[in-house]
């Protein structure tokens, strides 16, 4: 009886994994093709596989200068991230008038959606002349919510007598942060590296809004532009996209503890 | 020298308390000036503003008139498509509960010793990291009328005689649309029922075990009600999340075929950055806004009026 529900469970998890995993492979042999991929019926195995579609990328497009922006963007987005949701983390765990008001304030900004702010955001941005700019692309993803109470509760689990005795002997604030909160708080630090990066690797809309230079555009944005223009020729575009998926892939995949720490500890500890 | 010492702490007295307590406040604000920059200038102003803009008549080259309500009589009286673009939110809204009794069902699944049911989880959940513009462009492939693989399997199986062009009708669109962001969506749902499942003492299975309880009133009268604050934030994610499609919307069908697969959000892009009516796009922001929170109060209200104050346990 246990033995054949065990079974039973292994046969509808394997069901849905292959569906979940059906559209992965779909693409993959799509850009591993070079028969007219508009034939019917279309091969289930590709004929004989090769990468060409890959080399073609990086001629059909400026697929450098995409990764480039995408690259400086994202090592801005988790850079900052790092150091300004420890900073806000850290001030959290001390105990300052108006407390109650930062935290009333964070907790209602995590229901306003960033895309409920293009119109003002966008126009917010034009004034600061940071349209079509780094800075620009990456100013609204500094500062994640999630990622300040992350912070704030990987130092409030370091044992107050540690700190105290490290004040004790002398050390200043910020050696005791340097020093003992941080060192201490790696898992939270991953998992801060882990989110900023995808989020900011993925984002689409804000790029789209304030980047009308071909130039500063980031890797979605030229995938959207090779859809529009180069739909009806070959396995390239889905290449390219494997190419963009490949990098949230193996994050993911390398830290997958990390990253679904920090999203339901944003989830269910606020 | 044990004497020197406490004369010293005595000295230092209350001034010297007083001056670390001014440094370490100086310190507080300076942390949190930048993130709180950040917030106040990509949440709060733009949230005022919106309502400001709403009000106004305004174009980038243009100076700003009064204009009251007359936007939002535009919009609730006269403009169709966002009738279209609100139904077509709802209905993507409204598909979310099903997503979620799906993910609460794979959740119970690798929930528990299940051998290789890490290697389950991370199957179902890869999908959620992904970049939403490829995603969107894998799904266009598989809708494909001819080179995708949905109207292979469905024509080889005999179910269909000729191919669909799932996301050029006007009647397939739309659910096209929303199977693709459930594929994307799923696993994030499952890890939080998962996530709640862990926290469920297990000494509440075991006694009603005792009393011999069977497994389904188990569920009944343990899971689901121990499962409501997960349950209720997957609703809200699902709230948010026709907010968030908008890559997905925009890359697979762009809002059409006419305004079949129109979102509010995608609506809103159209009118602001293809149109440059900044002033009516935020009177719709405005309202998808206030469509969210209406949404997310009634969600509280059904899970029983006390599941949002999860966030201030």
Same mark, same amino acid.
């Given at each position: *009886? ?11 998890? #394997? ?71 420890? *900073? ?79 004040? @004790? ?6 050696? @005791? ?11 939270? @630090? !991953? ?80 | *020298? ?22 370490? #406040? !100086? ?60 139904? &077509? ?14 993910? #609460? ?5 690798? &929930? ?65 649309? @929303? ?40 569920? *009944? ?42 979102? #509010? ?16 796009? !935020? ?31």
């Amino acid at each position: *009886m246990q033995r054949r529900q065990t079974f039973l469970r292994h046969c509808a998890l #394997l069901g849905i994994c292959a569906g979940m995993l059906l559209p992965f492979y779909w693409v993959l042999k799509t850009a591993v093709t070079n028969e007219n991929i508009y034939a019917y019926p279309p091969r289930l195995l590709p004929a004989s596989p090769h990468l060409f579609n890959f080399v073609d990328v990086w001629y059909f497009i400026p697929f450098p200068r995409y990764l480039l922006n995408s690259l400086i963007v994202s090592a801005l987005v988790v850079g900052c991230n790092i150091g300004f949701n420890a *900073m806000a983390g850290y001030a959290l765990t001390k105990s300052f008038p108006a407390k109650r008001a930062v935290l009333l304030l964070f907790l209602s900004c995590m229901l306003i959606p960033f895309q409920a702010t293009i119109i003002p955001a966008y126009l917010i941005t034009s004034k600061l002349g940071l349209l079509n700019s780094y800075f620009g692309l990456a100013l609204p993803l500094l500062s994640t919510i999630v990622c300040i109470f992350v912070f704030k509760a990987a130092f409030e689990a370091v044992p107050q007598s540690l700190v105290d005795a490290a004040r @004790i002997d002398g050390l200043g604030e910020w050696r @005791i942060i340097l020093r003992i909160l941080l060192p201490l708080s790696k898992a939270a @630090i !991953a998992t801060n590296v882990v989110l900023a990066f995808i989020w900011s690797w993925n984002a689409f809309l804000w790029p789209l809004i304030i980047t009308r230079d071909p130039t500063m555009q980031t890797l979605p944005l030229g995938l959207a532009r090779f859809l529009s223009y180069l739909e009806d020729t070959t396995g390239a575009l889905y290449a390219f996209a494997v190419m963009v998926l490949v990098p949230s892939i193996f994050v993911f995949l390398m830290a997958q503890k990390e990253f679904i720490r920090g999203l339901t500890s944003g989830a269910t500890k606020g | *020298m044990a004497r020197a010492k406490t004369d010293d702490f005595a000295a230092r007295g209350s001034g010297w308390w007083q001056r670390r307590r001014t440094r370490e #406040l !100086a310190l507080v604000a300076c942390f949190l000036l930048p993130s709180l920059t950040i917030f106040f200038l990509y949440r709060v102003l733009p949230l005022g503003w919106n309502v400001l803009l709403s009000l106004q008549y305004w174009s980038p080259l243009k100076p700003a008139r009064w204009a009251g309500l007359d936007h939002y009589e535009e919009m609730l009286i006269y403009d169709e498509v966002f009738w279209q673009a609100l139904k &077509n939110t709802l209905i993507f809204i409204g598909a979310s509960p099903f997503a979620i009794a799906l993910a #609460l069902g794979i959740a119970l699944l690798v &929930n528990g010793n299940l051998k290789g049911a890490a290697v389950y989880r991370s199957i179902v959940f890869l999908s959620y990291p992904l970049m939403t513009v490829a995603v969107g462009i894998i799904w266009r492939w598989m809708y494909d009328e001819r080179g995708g693989i949905i109207n292979f399997a469905l024509r080889e199986s005999g179910i269909i005689a000729k191919p669909i062009p799932f996301l050029q009708s006007f009647e397939w669109a739309l659910p096209s649309v @929303i199977v693709a962001e459930v594929w994307q969506v799923l696993g994030f749902y499952m890890i939080i029922i998962l996530t709640g499942l862990q926290s469920i003492p297990p000494h509440l299975y075991e006694a009603a075990s005792i009393d011999g309880a069977p497994r389904w009133a188990q569920f *009944m009268r343990i899971t689901l009600p121990m499962l409501k604050p997960s349950l209720f934030l997957c609703v809200v994610i699902g709230i948010l999340n026709s907010f968030t499609s908008f890559d997905l919307v925009y890359i697979m069908t762009n809002g059409g075929p006419g305004h079949a697969t129109e979102l #509010l959000i995608t609506y809103i892009y159209k009118s602001g950055f293809g149109q440059t009516k900044f002033d009516y796009a !935020a009177a719709l922001t405005i309202m998808q806004f206030i469509l969210l929170l209406l949404l997310t109060l009634l969600a509280n209200f059904i899970a029983g009026g006390n599941a949002g104050s999860l966030e201030h346990r």
